[in-house]
């Protein structure tokens, strides 16, 4: 007996929800309940540790504390391994910026000008620095719009709150995360004592080619966004990701309803598919496939191929897992 079908209004629901988590950004969810929490702990200890040890290491110069530190404690414990994570991007980052918004304001006397220059002018320097770090542009436009007190302290802004509260901040990050084999910071420690066989491995893309850090690192430039992820962390995934492929090699499995397949296709391409139901399916050569598009080019849209047809497009049968799709290789 064939399930019932979604009536129209279902679908627009349906349609309508998933283009709204696309355009809103809403991402799955990529860690483990230890990990969100190992990540908030870190960031209660960072901050604790600022405001207890901050003035007795620098007496009052060590009382102000930035809040754009707030923004970096995020990144330094949720995302450890991030390039915008790393200490040279923290340090720098925040120095340089620092110092074009405290320029801007004493020499910029109208304050929407100066405060757009501080901003813009620390994103262009971080650029070009190899320093990008986001709370940066917070110190900058603090040192513009942070009121008489920050103004007063003119240069003296570098050091105190901003180079204290950094440097302070990447000492603990480096202590706490030091003691997580899969989250050592910085990012160059998670490689230190990684066994010779397993550095020198070479991915292979489907085609069989070898995959080299230098493959991943010209596709990064060649998309010409700065993205937080390192060419090591991009190699690792895909030799992960080929492993997964080898262990679960296709098989002519029977298409039920209820089940999702993937196209196997990569990047905007990729869609997942949703078995609704099978019309005749007591014969092999009139059996036609229902399906809607639940992920990717066409989502929400419903279809219907014949059964031999459809195996040709989905190729991988999929299951939704801690937010993602992931090959279901469970035994049917």
């Not at 570098?158 to 180079?163: C, D, N």
């Not at 997580?180 to 489907?206: C, E, K, N, V």
Request: proline fraction near 6%; charged fraction near 15%; aromatic fraction near 8%.
């Amino acid at each position: 007996m064939n399930p019932p079908q979604p009536d129209r209004q279902d679908r627009c629901r349906t349609r309508l929800q998933a283009e709204v988590a696309s355009f809103l950004g809403l991402g799955p969810r990529n860690t483990s309940h230890r990990e969100k929490w190992l990540s908030a702990v870190g960031a209660f200890v960072g901050i604790l540790c600022l405001c207890l040890l901050a003035p007795q290491l620098w007496g009052e110069a060590g009382v102000l504390i930035a809040t754009s530190i707030g923004a970096s404690t995020v990144l330094l414990f949720a995302i450890p391994h991030g390039p915008l994570s790393q200490p040279w991007p923290v340090l720098l980052g925040y120095i340089v910026s620092a110092a074009i918004g405290v320029s801007c304001a004493r020499f910029i006397p109208h304050l929407a000008l100066a405060a757009a220059c501080a901003v813009g002018g620390a994103v262009l320097v971080m650029h070009y620095l190899r320093c990008l770090h986001p709370p940066g542009g917070a110190a900058a436009l603090a040192a513009v719009v942070g009121g008489e007190q920050v103004r007063a302290l003119g240069y003296d802004y570098l050091l105190s709150p901003i180079l204290y509260n950094a440097l302070l901040m990447v000492v603990v990050a480096l202590a706490f995360n030091i003691w997580f084999r899969h989250r050592r910071y910085p990012a160059y420690l998670s490689h230190i004592g990684t066994p010779a066989h397993t550095a020198a491995t070479l991915t292979r893309d489907p085609t069989g080619q070898h995959v080299t850090h230098e493959d991943m690192a010209w596709a990064l430039q060649k998309l010409d966004l700065f993205v937080d992820v390192s060419p090591e962390d991009l190699c690792e995934l895909f030799e992960l990701a080929g492993e997964h492929a080898r262990d679960g090699a296709a098989t002519d499995e029977a298409v039920l309803p209820g089940s999702y397949y993937s196209n196997g296709l990569t990047g905007f391409q990729w869609q997942v598919l949703r078995v609704d139901a099978l019309m005749n399916p007591t014969s092999a050569s009139r059996t036609r496939v229902e399906f809607q598009v639940v992920h990717g080019p066409s989502l929400g849209e419903y279809g219907s191929l014949p059964l031999a047809t459809f195996r040709e497009r989905a190729r991988v049968r999929v299951r939704w897992e801690q937010g993602h799709w992931i090959r279901d290789t469970a035994e049917q």
